[in-house]
């Protein structure tokens, strides 16, 4: 019986739980996962926004930088006018974290420049319109409202805010990709691009379309991240594309299009997050955090090219055991 990626993730995930346990015990202890859930939830949010592009055959490198854009505004205007309601602060970031998704959307789509080149470019005008913005100048803790502040880390049933709002939007992402025309065309723009179009679907919309997605979510963080560690400043979440784009490549979302799964996706987000908050603790060199993820990048990588080429190697064997007869004309 063939295992899915999707199990063996998870039993890699406990393994590396359970190895981290048998040095810091307390690390396994329910309070400690619920607490490395909710550090990776951010991550976990992105990553789904750039599993949604890369089912495309795209990829997004400006979601950090969307983020830090949306974040950055949302608190001048909270710190400008405090009496705004903290949901509609939260409704105009994904409102304008999808607006930035949807420039890189209709670039990509009507411009037909490479996913690559658009969203390289975009990621250093993003950070580029902050600092015309606020003059390299920070928004710091005591100029935000406790309500802005208090969202991510109000708790129901022991969870915080921000680990409800992950479950939701792990949920709602799942439920739309594989219940939804719009998430199955996703996979079909991504898989095979020719059937799409003859099946009636509009790859270039549907590529568009994932990049709106993306850039919600990433907007969305955007104030998730501002309203969390209370500051906010040009290169808040620097680099931080590079965590997400590896969450989905070690949850076995194939950089090719048209593979993943929202399980898998969110599974890479939490290895990374177990990597992240469990090798300070046993004391592991900062260095030795980052060849720890490089190598897990890689593995992941090579699996993920090995299932692809599975397929092509057993039709190739089918046809070499078939005892049609063969002319020689």
Known sequence: MKISRDILLAIALLLLIGLVAMRFPGFATPQSLASVFNDSAILIILALGQMAVILTRCIDLSMASNLALVGMITAMTNAAYPMVPVVVLVMMAIVLGAALGGINGLLVWKAGIPPIVVTLGTLTIFRGIIFLLTDGQWVNAHEMSASYKAFPRAELLTLPALSWLAIAIIVGMAIFLSRSPAGRAMYAAGGNPDAAVYAGIDTGRTRARAFVVAGALAGLCGYLWVS????????????????VIAACVI???SIAGGVGTVLG????ALFLGVIKNALPVVDISPFWQLAISGAAIIIAVVLNARAERRPGRLILEQSSDSSLPVSHS
């Open 251 to 253: 949850g076995g979302v």
């Open 228 to 243: 969390r560690y209370a500051v906010a400043y040009v290169d808040v979440a620097g680099g931080f594309e590079l965590d």
């Open 265 to 268: 996706c969110v599974l890479g």
